[in-house]
């Protein structure tokens, strides 16, 4: 099985921002997508960002601009640099990963789950 361990989350500021990391680990490649989802309480869990094994990515457009994924394949980690954050980004942030190329944006198609970190942001 693979591990996803996320990490950043926290207080901030509606305006600040936060860098978010997901490390994996057990049997996982530096070849599988990743990305983040978040839920806010009594939403769904929706897709925000992802990025595939050569670099591209895809944003959901409610953060498209404000948040930047990225990723280090010999480290086998992501990352997510979140920028002028407001309440509405307020939710748990899980890290996703898939075996293939790409990461779906639906969240029942997602093969591997980190347990998920929190984000708050004040106004």
């Known amino acids: 099985q693979v591990q996803l361990v996320e990490s950043g989350g926290g207080l901030v500021q509606a305006g600040g921002s936060l860098r978010l990391s997901c490390a994996a680990s057990?049997?996982?490649?530096?070849?599988?997508?990743m990305g983040w989802f978040r839920q806010a309480p009594g939403k769904e869990r929706e897709f925000v960002a992802s990025?595939?094994?050569?670099?591209?990515?895809s944003y959901a457009a409610s953060v498209k601009g404000r948040f930047t994924i990225s990723r280090d394949n010999a480290k086998k980690a992501a990352y997510l640099q979140m920028n002028m954050l407001t309440a509405e980004d307020t939710a748990v942030y899980y890290c996703?990963?898939?075996?293939?190329?790409?990461?779906?944006?639906?969240?029942?198609?997602?093969?591997?789950w980190g347990k998920g970190t929190l984000v708050t942001v004040s106004s």
């Open positions: 996703a990963s898939n075996r293939a190329y790409l990461l779906p944006e639906q969240s029942s198609l997602v093969d591997y």
């Open positions: 057990g049997r996982t490649s530096s070849t599988y997508a």
């Open positions: 990025i595939n094994w050569g670099g591209g990515t």
